[in-house]
């Protein structure tokens, strides 16, 4: 009788929830969550309430204000809010951010 022996691949379960999103190209769907959270929790709640919609659309992030005042002074601090962004994800997925 031959000796058939089973090799297993063990894989974590966060690499098989990356090929999952990838084969079902929900990546940038997931993504996008990740990011409003990093904005809600990053920037606080002040500027979550002043903040009318974020939009990521592959590595630039796209952040609508409901106030002048608070995008005219964001607009100073660009690299740094995308430096926390990304600190906070853990990730280098933020390249550029466009603020209107």
Do not use: C, P
């Amino acid at each position: 009788m031959k000796d058939d022996k089973t090799k297993y691949q063990f894989t974590t379960i966060k690499d098989l929830m990356q090929k999952v999103l990838q084969k079902n190209k929900l990546e940038q769907g997931v993504n996008q969550l990740h990011v409003s959270d990093a904005w809600r929790k990053v920037m606080g709640e002040g500027v979550w309430l002043y903040t009318q919609d974020i939009k990521l659309i592959k590595n630039k992030l796209t952040v609508y204000y409901k106030s002048s005042v608070i995008r005219e002074e964001h607009s100073y601090k660009k690299d740094e809010i995308i430096n926390m962004l990304n600190a906070y994800l853990k990730t280098d997925l933020i390249k550029k951010i466009r603020l209107l």
